[in-house]
């Protein structure tokens, strides 16, 4: 039987989300029904209301989420009823092209429910990254659902499946940083701030933190960072120079997305270094710079998507490292909020208060 639950919704372009009664559909084929526990406000989230991502109006918005699996459809053997589990947008079909090669990072038919769920008067609705979870029960394809420890706090470990472990990600997997590395990260939020907990995880050496925002580079400090950088104060590019014995860093991540910012990760950076583009730029942003730069320059350029991560191998690893004190991921949660204070949480976002406001169920 379909059971009926509120949602926070996105009904049209720009305007605020209300709350909504959503009809969930009996889990079909691969299909499970999750109880969700907690979900983080992602900028994606804002993108989506502002039409920024596409036009599939109305939304059900929320995919940073944390929850137990309620109900399981026919042939569903990757979770069972009462896994916790940590929702994710990457569950890699195994089959095509990139997943054959041994890069199911850049899979490129992922996996998600395909039934849909529907506001009372039948219109379907669009889940947001295909998951659809500032609600009290969502519906995604199994391979979406990544048990991990079931002792965790679902507000801290539900920000793995976005933000957080883009960062991570980035510095982690995208940027390769080893021991004894140097790190600069551009843009200290939730993701650049996660891309500084990584780069200390990995063993980085020196971790710079530039943003424009006093507070923020306060919190980067206190996620690992070793210097910081005050961006409208100093020369960016000669402020990482300097601190890095006058090379630029190792690598260098980009968690701002703009132009002038990717053009200071590059020049940041050391010689054979590496630059990771995780913030995401709008499509009306153009570059320009002399091509004999990138001549003369070595290393390499990169963009992260979702941190590369594979969550059927990041998620549980994370999360273990967390509960043993070694990365504090509870950090991210800045305050708890209720389903009905998401509109609320975009503008706190939006004026830089938070690295998160989680909705807890
Ligand atoms: N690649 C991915 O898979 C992925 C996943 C999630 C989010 N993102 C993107 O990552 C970016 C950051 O997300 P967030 O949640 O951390 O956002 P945020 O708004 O919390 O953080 C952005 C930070 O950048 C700082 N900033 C802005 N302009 C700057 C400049 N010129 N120089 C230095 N600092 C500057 C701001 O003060 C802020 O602290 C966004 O573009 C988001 O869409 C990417
Ligand atoms: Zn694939
Ligand atoms: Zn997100």
Redesign the pocket.
């Known amino acids: 039987m379909s059971q009926d639950v509120r949602a926070v919704v996105a009904k049209s372009k720009g305007a605020p989300v209300t709350i909504e009664t959503v009809t969930i559909p009996d889990p079909g084929p691969g299909e499970v029904v999750v109880d969700i526990a907690a979900c983080g406000v992602?900028?994606?989230d804002l993108?989506y209301r502002e039409g920024g991502i596409n036009d599939e109006f109305p939304f059900l918005l929320g995919h940073e989420a944390a929850g137990i699996v309620e109900q399981v459809g026919p042939d569903v053997d990757h979770v069972a009823v009462g896994d916790f589990v940590v929702l994710n947008w990457r569950a890699v079909c195994g089959s095509c092209r990139a997943c054959k090669r041994g890069r199911p990072q850049y899979c490129f038919d992922t996996f998600n429910a395909s039934q849909k769920m529907t506001l009372s008067d039948g219109t379907e609705l669009t889940p947001a990254l295909g998951i659809g979870a500032f609600a009290e029960k969502t519906l995604v394809h199994q391979g979406q659902c990544t048990k991990v420890s079931p002792d965790a706090d679902p507000a801290v470990v539900g920000l793995l499946g976005?933000?957080v472990m883009?960062?991570l990600g980035?510095a982690m997997n995208t940027g390769n940083v080893g021991r004894g590395d140097s790190v600069a990260v551009?843009?200290?939020?939730?993701?650049?701030?996660a891309a500084v907990a990584g780069a200390r995880l990995a063993g980085a050496s020196t971790i710079i933190g530039?943003?424009?925002?006093p507070g923020?580079l306060e919190w980067a400090k206190d996620l690992g960072a070793t210097h910081t950088i005050d961006?409208t104060q100093s020369d960016?590019v000669e402020a990482v120079r300097e601190l890095t014995g006058g090379f630029g860093a190792d690598v260098v991540i980009d968690?701002?997305?703009?132009p002038?910012?990717w053009k200071?990760a590059f020049y940041a950076r050391d010689l054979a270094g590496t630059v990771v583009l995780?913030?995401?730029p709008t499509p009306d942003m153009t570059l320009e710079m002399p091509l004999i730069d990138f001549f003369s320059h070595g290393g390499s350029l990169k963009?992260?998507?979702?941190?590369d991560c594979l969550p059927e191998r990041d998620f549980p690893m994370l999360v273990d490292l967390y509960q043993q004190g070694r990365l504090p991921l509870d950090k991210f949660v800045t305050e708890r909020i209720g389903l009905d204070e998401v509109e609320a949480a975009f503008t706190t976002?939006s004026e830089?208060k938070?690295?998160r406001s989680v909705v807890v169920l």
């Open positions: 992602c900028h994606t993108h976005c933000g883009a960062g980035a551009i843009g200290c939020g939730g993701v650049g701030d530039i943003d424009m925002d923020k961006a960016v968690a701002v997305g703009r002038e910012t200071q995780v913030g995401v963009s992260s998507w979702y941190g976002m830089g938070v690295l």
